[in-house]
């Protein structure tokens, strides 16, 4: 068997090799200096930034995410850390000891964020794991008083929060979103960040909390609907959203349905789902708003309702393995499973598993439908058990 090569310098100099290729053709199909090259090789260079990695891997013809993985020795999979190395790089000082004329500029971390953009739309957990570390020194080590160095740090901390909320590192999340919100340039972009915190505060339980956070900033960017911007509709929807959740959680009905109808008329004013600043976390609009509306009906034990509302929402109104769409699919499994439709709920939670295999195992709410499911069938099928395996159901 061949040895495995654990650092970045180590892979790189082994595809190089592989490819037939010098360091001085490497680095100049790269765009990358010879000496960048040699000291990353070497392991002598200090830090290499995520715009050098992607560079190279681009070169390479490999994927950034292969070239920074590790590959730690010995370890079991069950019980490797996978987020520590990214907790890690949120709660370090700013890195100074970058290659040699390789630091981080705030064009190249802002190209590296958009290519990793759609691995958080995809809910691509491993890869986010492996490239985020690489991605927050580097945002970390830009110059604070430059604008659009602010700009991109905020947007990696907003989405590092929600992947870190998403995948129960809570603490980590807090901390990001926190930064995210001191770093926001206004109101409107320091929202997408509290949206998220208030949803880190609901999975967690602190109801009141979310319920007043939401409040809190709901009150202050409420907009006069028939003047209102797509954007400022789209946040202080989002808003209401939270204020809803939290309410019907908290045994709050009147003030959840209060909440819901604010968020249906910022909806309806938009007419159409809004993705501000083409960000998949902040869209909203009808579509949205009925998929919580479903989900209120299923935190109030109502799950024929729940069935009768999703019926109604348009298969196309969100992309399959959207966050939103695939929270209101657990909501419909639910309601088939309290309705004894075993079979209608576990078909549901395949489909969700197949579109977002990384997404449904860090979801409890799944787990627990599934183990419902086991409790009440004699024989379980190869499917089930699966399914069960995958997301961490004893059977």
């Known amino acids: ?72 020795e010995d370890a079991d999979p069950h019980v490797v850390d996978h987020w520590a190395p990214v907790r890690d790089a949120l709660f370090a000082p700013p890195p100074t000891d970058y290659v040699e004329d390789d630091a981080p500029t705030p064009a190249g971390v802002r190209a590296a964020l958009r290519a990793a953009e759609p691995l958080f739309a995809g809910d691509r957990f491993a890869d986010l794991a492996v490239i985020l570390p690489s ?75 979310a319920r007043e956070l939401a409040v809190r900033w709901g009150d202050d960017m409420e907009p006069r609907l028939s003047r209102a911007t797509s954007d400022e509709l789209s946040a202080w929807g989002w808003m209401m959203l939270r204020v809803t959740a939290a309410a019907v959680r908290d045994a709050r009905p009147d003030e959840a349905a209060d909440a819901l109808r604010m968020a249906h008329a910022a909806a309806a004013a938009l007419g159409r789902e809004h993705a501000p600043r083409a960000d998949f976390l902040r869209t909203f609009g009808p579509v949205t708003v009925a998929l919580k509306r479903a989900e209120n009906a299923a935190v109030a034990g109502k799950p024929d309702v729940v069935l009768g509302l999703a019926s109604k929402i348009p298969s196309g109104g969100l992309r399959p393995t959207s966050n939103n769409r695939n929270r209101h699919l657990l909501d419909v499994a639910d309601a088939h499973a309290r309705l004894r439709r075993y079979d209608q709920a576990m078909e549901v939670l395949y489909g969700i598993q197949n579109a977002s295999p990384e997404w449904l195992p860090q979801q409890r709410y799944a787990q627990d439908i599934v183990a419902r499911v086991i409790r009440k069938r004699r024989t379980l099928t190869s499917d089930m058990r699966r399914l069960a395996d995958a997301i961490g159901v004893p059977l």
């Open 135 to 209: 991605l927050l020194r580097d945002a970390d080590a830009l110059d604070n008083s430059d604008r659009e160095a602010r700009a991109v740090r905020c947007r990696l901390l907003q989405l590092t929060g929600w992947l870190l909320t998403q995948t129960r590192q809570y603490e980590a999340a807090e901390h990001a979103l926190t930064q995210a919100t001191a770093a926001s340039a206004d109101r409107l972009d320091g929202s997408a960040s509290v949206n998220t915190m208030a949803w880190l505060l609901l999975r967690t339980g602190q109801l009141s909390e």
């Open 1 to 72: 068997m061949a040895e495995t090569s654990h650092t970045l310098g180590e892979r790189v100099r082994d595809l190089r090799k592989r490819r037939g290729l010098s360091q001085q053709v490497l680095a100049r199909t790269a765009g990358l200096s010879h000496s960048t090259v040699r000291k990353l090789e070497q392991s002598t260079g200090g830090v290499t930034r995520m715009e050098t990695a992607r560079a190279l891997a681009l070169a390479l013809r490999v994927t950034t995410t292969y070239l920074l993985r590790r590959d730690p």
